[in-house]
């Protein structure tokens, strides 16, 4: 059981309680009325219009406090519904892996283009579906006529490959250039998988970085 739903079981306890401790005082008090009503004691001893009088306007004040109460947890109640909406979606949720799969001429062509202080415009990767649901819409960038084209795969289940894989365009104009694509999950909420282009032409290195993801509401 999570946290928020333990805090609203809890806070409903303690409404019920209160909510019961008012019923009981209302009850004994209207019995005491009427047991001096009946006594003959009550304009004597009691004075009836100041009792009804003290009587709702503690009836009003308890009635406040519990309005208030409600709306707390309504807000509590909608905050919980949430986070379990959250938990039960997270149960599907892909994760898309980008991993570079070079072969020995592209890896030699790169290696020369750092060589000549050149950074690589495209990278061959394979994207693989590490989560625990299904990959949905997974688009991605490729070269395309001196440009970019989008390409889209229908679905990507979880533990398979692209196949083949693609040629990603690395966006080059942020810093660190970086490769990226997007997918949905069952629940249609959009995705992206990123991973850094870290490629040193001083030191003729290259590599990508950790993969960064972020999951939409």
Known sequence: MSKALIGLVKKLKTAALFLGLVVLAFIAVMA????????????????????????????????????????????????SVAEMKKQRQDTFLPVLD????????????????????????????????????PALYVQYPVLWDKGTKMLTEDCLPQGSDLTPPAKLAIVSSAAPPYVQVSYRDVFGRQCTSTKAVLADPKKETFQLGPLQTQFGN
Request: aromatic share 8%; hydrophobic share 50%.
């Open 98 to 133: 980008i991993l570079d799969t070079l072969g020995v001429a592209e890896g030699l062509e790169i290696h020369l283009g750092l060589k000549e202080g050149k950074m690589p415009i495209s990278l061959t990767c394979k994207l693989r579906n590490v989560g625990v649901g």
């Open 32 to 79: 005491l009325l009427l047991m001096a009503v009946q006594i003959g004691i009550t304009e004597k001893v009691l004075g009836v219009q100041y009792f009804q009088l003290s009587l709702t306007i503690v009836l009003a004040f308890a009635t406040l406090w519990y309005a208030w109460r409600t709306d707390g947890l309504v807000k509590a109640t909608e905050a």
